[in-house]
């Protein structure tokens, strides 16, 4: 079965320390979405790219957030600096055009930042 | 935005009964579609069952089936035979189909399968 993979799936960091993320979304698939989860807030959107073009990052904080495509078969979520709010499960999703099928998650980044 | 809405936050059932699991949403938009994703312990999101908004005959994939109300906004997912692997978080998702955008997820629902 064709997977998204994110990597790594746990990370324990200290405040102010940068943090990247990483995702292979599967290939073909054209739109790739960052999600984080918490228990307070549910899944939020933060960001999603269709042709590795942005198409929408108003979830993120522009501050310290930021999400890239460098080619098609990886996409990355950085923090810097990193605060101990970011603490949450980070998830990668993507789908191909026509996304009614719905869209296929990574397992997650697990980010602690004490 | 489009709201979800999942009234239920934790639900259980025994093992081989029927349980279903509420979902309700807003939108203005007739081109949708619909998604209850499942989240295991291992907290991965594995989709369990999809419903497009123009079809009037509900989703089923094996014991999992759909009961959509368009004109409630009402999509609730029936398990049949429950079993203890089902147990997990339950999401209802919510995607607007002319734009192809994000998914508009509910709170969840915890789902325990006591055997």
């Known amino acids: 079965d064709a997977r998204v993979t994110q990597t790594p799936r746990h990370k324990v960091t200290e405040m102010g320390q940068e943090v990247t993320m990483r995702c292979q979304p599967i290939?073909?698939?054209?739109?790739v979405f960052w999600y984080r989860q918490t228990m307070m807030q549910g899944l939020e959107l933060l960001a999603y790219f269709r042709n590795r073009a942005p198409l929408d990052d108003s979830g993120m904080p522009k501050d310290r957030f930021s999400a890239e495509m460098p080619d098609a078969t990886l996409a990355t979520l950085k923090i810097q600096p990193s605060e101990p709010r970011d603490s949450a499960v980070y998830f990668c999703a993507s789908g191909p055009t026509g996304l009614s099928y719905g869209y296929t998650f990574g397992s997650g980044t697990r980010l602690t930042v004490v | 935005a489009q709201t979800v809405t999942q009234s239920q936050p934790e639900m259980s059932v025994q093992e081989a009964e029927t349980v279903t699991l509420s979902c309700t949403y807003d939108t203005s938009e007739n081109n949708y579609y619909l998604f209850w994703y499942k989240q295991p312990p291992s907290r991965q999101m594995i989709l369990v069952i999809r419903?497009?908004?123009?079809?009037?005959q509900n989703a089923t994939e094996n014991r999992f089936s759909v009961n959509f109300q368009k004109a409630a906004k009402s999509f609730s997912l029936k398990i049949s035979d429950s079993q203890l692997g089902d147990t997990a978080m339950y999401f209802c998702a919510f995607m607007q189909g002319n734009t192809g955008n994000q998914f508009y997820f509910g709170t969840g629902t915890s789902l325990t399968v006591i055997p």
């Open positions: 290939l073909g698939h054209n739109t």
């Open positions: 419903q497009e908004a123009y079809k009037q």
